[in-house]
Protein backbone atom coordinates (compact mmCIF):
# COMPACT_ATOMS: atom_id res chain seq x y z
CA UNK A 1 0.00 0.00 0.00
CA UNK A 2 1.50 3.58 -0.92
CA UNK A 3 1.17 6.51 1.29
CA UNK A 4 1.51 9.79 0.44
CA UNK A 5 1.28 12.49 3.57
CA UNK A 6 1.28 16.24 2.66
CA UNK A 7 2.20 19.10 4.71
CA UNK A 8 3.84 22.12 5.31
CA UNK A 9 0.78 24.12 4.59
CA UNK A 10 -0.62 27.14 6.73
CA UNK A 11 -1.43 30.55 6.85
CA UNK A 12 0.41 33.25 4.63
CA UNK A 13 0.69 36.74 3.51
CA UNK A 14 0.13 37.39 0.20
CA UNK A 15 3.62 37.71 -0.91
CA UNK A 16 4.80 35.31 0.92
CA UNK A 17 6.28 31.89 0.73
CA UNK A 18 5.82 28.18 1.68
CA UNK A 19 7.40 24.76 0.94
CA UNK A 20 4.74 21.88 1.00
CA UNK A 21 6.58 18.36 1.52
CA UNK A 22 5.16 15.47 0.38
CA UNK A 23 6.17 11.72 2.32
CA UNK A 24 5.60 8.93 0.22
CA UNK A 25 6.22 5.34 1.32
CA UNK A 26 4.87 1.78 0.84
CA UNK A 27 7.05 -1.58 0.54
CA UNK A 28 7.67 -1.35 -3.11
CA UNK A 29 7.31 1.86 -4.30
CA UNK A 30 9.92 4.55 -4.95
CA UNK A 31 9.55 8.20 -6.22
CA UNK A 32 12.34 7.61 -8.10
CA UNK A 33 10.51 5.32 -10.42
CA UNK A 34 7.24 7.28 -10.47
CA UNK A 35 5.72 10.58 -12.06
CA UNK A 36 4.87 12.88 -9.11
CA UNK A 37 2.42 16.03 -9.02
CA UNK A 38 0.90 18.71 -7.18
CA UNK A 39 -2.58 19.23 -7.21
CA UNK A 40 -4.93 22.15 -5.52
CA UNK A 41 -8.37 22.54 -5.24
CA UNK A 42 -10.66 25.64 -3.76
CA UNK A 43 -13.74 26.11 -2.57
CA UNK A 44 -16.66 25.36 -4.94
CA UNK A 45 -13.73 24.70 -7.32
CA UNK A 46 -12.78 21.41 -9.24
CA UNK A 47 -9.03 20.25 -8.23
CA UNK A 48 -6.68 21.69 -10.63
CA UNK A 49 -3.24 21.14 -11.77
CA UNK A 50 -0.63 22.33 -9.99
CA UNK A 51 3.01 21.44 -10.94
CA UNK A 52 4.71 17.89 -11.89
CA UNK A 53 8.08 16.44 -12.78
CA UNK A 54 8.92 13.38 -14.44
CA UNK A 55 10.44 9.89 -12.86
CA UNK A 56 13.38 10.92 -14.34
CA UNK A 57 13.52 14.36 -13.24
CA UNK A 58 14.06 15.84 -16.48
CA UNK A 59 11.19 17.12 -17.15
CA UNK A 60 9.06 20.16 -15.19
CA UNK A 61 5.30 21.17 -15.95
CA UNK A 62 3.87 24.07 -14.41
CA UNK A 63 -0.03 25.37 -14.73
CA UNK A 64 0.74 29.07 -16.55
CA UNK A 65 -0.53 30.74 -13.13
CA UNK A 66 2.72 29.69 -11.01
CA UNK A 67 5.37 29.86 -13.46
CA UNK A 68 8.33 31.76 -12.24
CA UNK A 69 6.65 31.21 -8.66
CA UNK A 70 6.69 27.87 -7.79
CA UNK A 71 9.56 25.14 -8.01
CA UNK A 72 8.53 21.44 -7.52
CA UNK A 73 11.94 19.22 -6.42
CA UNK A 74 12.12 15.48 -5.55
CA UNK A 75 14.82 13.73 -2.97
CA UNK A 76 14.40 10.31 -4.23
CA UNK A 77 16.83 8.59 -1.20
CA UNK A 78 14.10 10.22 1.58
CA UNK A 79 11.00 9.80 -1.13
CA UNK A 80 10.03 13.16 -0.63
CA UNK A 81 8.37 15.64 -3.39
CA UNK A 82 8.42 19.72 -2.54
CA UNK A 83 6.60 22.06 -3.93
CA UNK A 84 8.04 25.41 -3.14
CA UNK A 85 6.12 28.34 -3.21
CA UNK A 86 7.32 31.90 -3.48
CA UNK A 87 5.67 35.33 -4.34
CA UNK A 88 2.05 34.14 -3.16
CA UNK A 89 -1.16 35.70 -4.26
CA UNK A 90 -4.62 35.11 -2.78
CA UNK A 91 -5.56 33.18 -5.52
CA UNK A 92 -3.30 30.16 -4.22
CA UNK A 93 -5.55 29.50 -1.40
CA UNK A 94 -6.86 26.11 -1.57
CA UNK A 95 -6.04 22.92 -0.27
CA UNK A 96 -2.81 20.75 -1.68
CA UNK A 97 -2.23 17.52 -2.97
CA UNK A 98 0.45 15.61 -3.75
CA UNK A 99 0.08 12.49 -6.16
CA UNK A 100 2.10 9.82 -7.51
CA UNK A 101 1.48 7.07 -10.71
CA UNK A 102 2.74 3.59 -10.64
CA UNK A 103 3.64 4.03 -14.19
CA UNK A 104 5.41 6.39 -16.25
CA UNK A 105 3.62 8.75 -18.52
CA UNK A 106 4.78 8.93 -22.27
CA UNK A 107 2.93 12.58 -22.90
CA UNK A 108 3.38 15.74 -21.62
CA UNK A 109 0.44 16.09 -21.37
CA UNK A 110 -0.54 13.30 -18.86
CA UNK A 111 1.01 15.15 -15.80
CA UNK A 112 -1.57 17.44 -15.51
CA UNK A 113 -4.71 14.83 -15.61
CA UNK A 114 -6.13 13.61 -12.46
CA UNK A 115 -6.70 10.91 -13.59
CA UNK A 116 -3.80 9.44 -14.60
CA UNK A 117 -2.42 9.62 -10.73
CA UNK A 118 -2.90 6.03 -8.80
CA UNK A 119 -2.05 7.55 -4.99
CA UNK A 120 -3.04 10.84 -3.31
CA UNK A 121 -2.59 12.45 0.02
CA UNK A 122 -5.06 13.41 2.04
CA UNK A 123 -3.99 17.49 1.52
CA UNK A 124 -2.90 20.07 2.87
CA UNK A 125 -4.57 23.43 3.84
CA UNK A 126 -2.64 26.81 2.16
CA UNK A 127 -4.36 30.05 3.52
CA UNK A 128 -3.34 33.27 1.80
CA UNK A 129 -4.27 36.48 3.69
CA UNK A 130 -4.14 39.99 2.38
Same mark, same amino acid.
Request: proline share 2%.
Given at each position: ?? #????? !? !??????? !?????????? $?????????? %???????? $? =???????? %?????????????? =??????????? =?????? #????? =???????????????????? $????????????? #??? #??????
Amino acid at each position: QV #QLVES !G !GGLVQAG !GSLRLSCAAS $GRTFSISSSP %MGWFRQAP $G =KEREFVAA %MSWSSISTYYTDSV =KGRFTISRDNA =KNMVYL #QMNSL =KLEDTAVYYCAASSSHFYSG $GYYSQPNRYDYWG #QGT #QVTVSS
